[in-house]
């Protein structure tokens, strides 16, 4: 099943919202507790989800929302000289190990690489999922290290691992 990424439009919202409202929907990595999605109608209407300091896009297959992908701004110094992005992504059950998320953060990054200056790109995910490290992995992005105890989901603290790739190891 292929996927590909598309700007968020106001009709993708309640797909995002009943896929992501859910602990079964969101998934035992990305589950926070229940949330609003107040501030992403308003995103949308403003500027479609897509600014200067991150952005998100809907992960569409065969014509159904799957999912989406966020980028947000993040420095490792003075931001007008050391930022990058951080990338993140939610599958719906149904889309899950299918090569999907391989293929989605393939894509993100091409994108990102494509349309912005950024030198790297990084990515987050708990230690214990093994699916997401694979996918990382499988899109190019390398292990940097484990962010210990950096992480408040259900009621306990869960190590990270930091991925990332950067431009000149692509070229």
């Not at 300091?53 to 980028?71: N, S």
Request: hydrophobic fraction near 40%.
């Amino acid at each position: 099943m292929s996927a590909k990424l598309r700007p968020i439009r106001e009709a993708d919202i309640p797909h995002l919202e009943t896929g992501a409202s859910t602990p079964e929907g969101s998934g035992d990595f990305q589950w926070f507790g229940f949330r609003t999605f107040h501030q992403l109608r308003e995103r949308v209407a403003a500027d479609g989800c897509l600014g200067p300091d991150g952005g998100a896009f809907v992960v569409e297959c065969a014509g159904a929302v799957a999912g989406w992908v966020t980028w947000v701004k993040h420095s490792w110094g003075p931001e007008a000289t050391s930022w990058n992005w951080t990338i993140g992504i939610i599958l719906f059950p149904e889309f899950r190990g299918r090569g999907i998320g391989t293929a989605v953060h393939k894509e993100l990054v091409e994108y990102l690489f494509a349309h912005t200056r950024v030198e790297r790109i990084q990515a987050s995910t708990d230690l214990s999922n093994v699916a997401e490290r694979r996918a990382l992995e499988k899109a190019g992005f390398r292990q940097e290290g484990i962010l210990r105890r950096a992480q408040w989901r259900m009621g306990k603290w869960h190590d990270q691992v930091l991925y990332a790739v950067v431009r000149e190891a692509r070229e």
